[in-house]
């Protein structure tokens, strides 16, 4: 297999979805590239590629080809600086479109009210063409010297012709009037097609600014400076300059600079603008905090942890820019028909003409003309372009003030659908810090006794990673047991743990494993029975062979599993809660929580096939996960949605990754994802039928039964508007309401 890299390459002059699909065949058509998507509103290429045969020079060579601008991407750049730039970019865009159809609009008024002598007329379209207008006519110039065509072909070919008619009609009018024509000139309406088509293009680049608003709003929580403690004393440094495991100092109302871990002095922080959690969270020492979040009425001091590129601020700007490029598989209908579109237009334009010309019979040739330009006008593809990225644009911004980030737009288009959500126990449903509530042994001996055994099955434990057993180590230093180090340590996945400690042979973990070594677990039977009733997880202990002990482990279900439960039901899901641990604790939790099916005793490896086991019967099925146990889970379901830790949010497995650790998220993931499908099937279908309707009424075919034809200059304003209505329709997303 050969090597694969994947380079992001800035793309510049792209105005529609036809110059996206050109430049995204090009890169396609290129040897090596195995994979090539080109994103309109992110104005970039990303491209997947084999080293050994392709190059970044090479590709951005292709690109160029096309008639598009492209450059390498400063890789040094981070994603805030970056965003910045393209922000800086877009705003110089709309102020020159701005410009532009101003004056142009300004020029064609003044052609069309005060109707100056044709040559002056033509003058003034000569001005607008050559100065506002020339990028319709230099892109759709390189366009077509590559065999290409795109939305810049339609303008500059519907008024090119325009002009050209006019400036025959100006010098040498005896050619129409010999025929019995009037020598009509249409300079005024060049002038207005592109003073609209340029007013289109200035309120869409304004639009999509907005569609980007929440990557800005995040971009703006970071500080420019931080209070550091340096040579004893407090100064006021630049936020870059600061190192992990420098002190940070906090004062009440303080943005925080970057993330760490408080180590002295308390308060509560508001984490709502990474986390959606509306609540100031408490912070005391050992607490995490995250940069860019706002200290409430405390004070406090942090060690820095993370800063730049690796703060959690950072990561989350990045995943959400990485986001917002990529596309929904609803798109790929658009795209393909976006390739072919420009031709067929043509096309259509050329007939509409020859059908005036032939069939009408007064003043047909001015007819014929109007005709084929209003259809050449009316159809750019520009709102069908923009009905998907728009979406997913706003959605990904909407979804990360909720603190839901999803990963891309395939994300948000399978995830409207799902129909199973599967939720892992421990630290999904539960708090997933279980503690030691009781301990029920299987002999009557001396405490000093019960307390060494405890002291051996801690010992084993302390080598385990398992929530489970960090609760058993916790409640045996409680008790002021040294622990020792056992000479041998065995984990069983899904089971327990087994070795030796102080010479004696220790097994700890569940009936299974005891099964496994011969020790039978009737002696405590009724302490399991109390414990399950009790929601509680049962751990049995036995050391030599013989059992010794059950620890009752509580994991109390977090508050707002309840609550969040009962909305995953109420938008029609069917929710499965997935555990290792035993039928009878299993279903004492899931009752509490409100969770219908329970699938109890899976080994991990087990979690894979059960979603698969769903998957088989047909379902949509989202699995829940902490994200680093429940990875391959999170993998195999149509969508994996991760609790965040909160730290490593790029690392982090799954589809969809809730920066707060409540199933709430789930329920807004779901209910944002089913809004954006919505979203973007009305774009899409307003973008069609746009097109559907437009090119036959502008090609005239009302004409004949109510004498309706339509101008090349309304045709113009009304491709204007679908552009801007669709980008609009996107924005409304921004107010959704999901709770
Ligand atoms: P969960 O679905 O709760 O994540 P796991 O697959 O992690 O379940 O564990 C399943 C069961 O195996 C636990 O309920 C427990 O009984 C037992 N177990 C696993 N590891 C340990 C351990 N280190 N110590 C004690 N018991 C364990
Ligand atoms: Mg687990």
Redesign the pocket.
């Known amino acids: 297999m050969s090597a694969s890299s994947t380079v992001r390459i800035p793309v510049s002059g792209m105005t529609c979805a036809a110059c996206q699909a050109r430049v995204q065949r090009a890169l396609q058509k290129q040897p090596g590239v195995s994979d090539a998507t080109v994103n309109l509103m992110m104005k970039s290429a990303t491209v997947a590629f084999d080293p050994a045969v392709a190059s970044t020079d090479a590709l951005i060579a292709a690109i160029r080809a096309t008639g598009y601008g492209a450059e390498r991407a400063a890789d040094d750049q981070s994603a805030l600086e970056e965003q910045e730039a393209r922000d800086r970019a877009d705003a110089d865009e709309f102020a020159d479109f701005r410009r532009k159809a101003i004056v142009s609009g300004v020029l064609g008024a003044v052609a069309m009210l005060l109707m100056p002598p044709p040559w002056v007329q033509a003058v003034l379209a000569i001005v607008v063409m050559a100065w506002a207008g020339r990028d319709f006519y230099v892109r759709a110039w390189s366009a077509a010297r590559h065999g290409g065509a795109d939305m810049n072909t339609l303008v500059a070919v519907g008024t090119g012709a325009a002009f050209l008619y006019s400036m025959v009609a100006t010098a040498a009018p005896h050619l129409f009037t010999t025929s019995g024509l009037a020598p009509d000139v249409y300079f005024e309406a060049v002038i207005i097609i592109i003073a609209l088509v340029l007013t289109g293009h200035a309120f869409e680049a304004r639009a999509k600014r907005n569609t980007a608003s929440a990557l800005r709003a995040l971009i703006h929580l970071q500080p420019h400076t931080a209070r550091v403690e340096r040579f004893g004393s407090e100064v006021e440094a630049p936020v870059d300059t600061v190192e992990p495991g420098e002190i940070v100092i906090v004062r009440p109302g303080e943005r925080l600079p970057v993330d760490g871990e408080v180590t002295s002095g308390e308060s509560a922080v508001d984490e709502s603008m990474l986390t959606g959690e509306s609540v100031p969270v408490a912070k005391a020492p050992g607490d995490r905090v995250i940069g860019g979040t706002i200290n409430r009425a405390g004070a406090f001091r942090y060690r820095a942890t993370t800063v730049g590129a690796a703060s959690v601020l950072a990561q989350v700007v990045r995943l959400m820019r990485d986001a917002q490029g990529t596309r929904a598989p609803i798109q790929r209908l658009a795209d393909q028909i976006s390739g072919v579109f420009v031709p067929v237009v043509i096309a259509l334009s050329a007939i509409t003409f020859l059908a005036w010309y032939l069939l009408a019979g007064d003043a047909s040739l001015m007819r014929a003309f109007a005709a084929a330009v209003a259809v050449l006008i009316i159809a750019c593809p520009c709102a069908m372009g923009l009905a998907v990225p728009t979406a997913v644009m706003v959605a990904t911004g909407k979804g990360a003030e909720l603190g839901v980030l999803f990963k891309g737009g395939e994300a948000l288009q399978v995830a409207a659908g799902i129909q199973v959500v599967v939720l892992?126990?421990?630290?999904t449903v539960t708090e997933g810090h279980p503690s030691v509530v009781d301990v029920a042994y299987a002999s009557t001996a001396a405490s000093s006794v019960h307390d060494e055994r405890l002291a051996l099955v801690a010992a084993l434990?302390a080598s385990?990673e398992?929530p489970?057993?960090e609760s058993?180590v916790a409640y045996a230093a409680a008790r002021g047991l040294t622990v020792a180090r056992p000479s041998a340590f065995v984990?069983?996945?899904?089971?327990?743990?087994s070795g030796v400690v102080d010479g004696h042979a220790v097994v700890?973990?569940?009936a299974a494993?005891m099964a496994e070594h011969d020790i039978s677990v009737a002696p405590l039977a009724d302490a399991a029975e109390r414990a399950a009733a009790a929601a509680r997880?049962?751990?049995y202990a036995a050391v030599d062979g013989a059992l010794v002990a059950l620890l009752a482990i509580a994991d109390p279900i977090k508050p707002s599993s309840r609550a969040a439960i009962a909305r995953l039901r109420a938008l029609g899901l069917d929710v499965v809660m997935?555990?290792?641990?035993?039928e009878r604790?299993a279903r004492a939790i899931a009752d509490a929580a409100g969770i219908p099916r329970v699938v109890a005793g899976?080994?991990?490896e087990g979690k894979v096939a059960e979603i698969k086991r769903l998957q088989a019967e047909g379902t949509i099925v989202a699995m829940v996960g902490d994200g680093i146990?429940d990875a391959p889970a999170l993998a195999q379901a149509n969508v994996g949605i991760a609790i965040g830790t909160g730290t490593d949010i790029a690392a982090e497995a799954g589809d969809v990754v809730l920066m707060r650790g409540d199933l709430m998220g789930v329920a807004q993931a779901v209910e944002l994802a089913r809004r954006t499908m919505r979203t973007m099937r009305q774009n899409l279908f307003w973008a069609f039928i746009y097109n559907v309707i437009g090119i036959p009424v502008a090609a005239g075919v009302l004409y004949p039964a109510f004498g309706l034809l339509l101008s090349p200059v309304i045709a113009s304003a009304a491709m204007a508007f679908s552009s801007v209505s669709v980008v609009t329709n996107s924005l409304r997303l921004r107010s959704a309401r999901i709770a």
């Open positions: 892992d126990k421990t630290g434990e385990s398992h489970l057993a058993i984990s069983h996945t899904g089971l327990g743990a700890v973990g569940n494993l997880t049962a751990v997935l555990t290792g641990d035993t604790t899976v080994l991990p146990n």
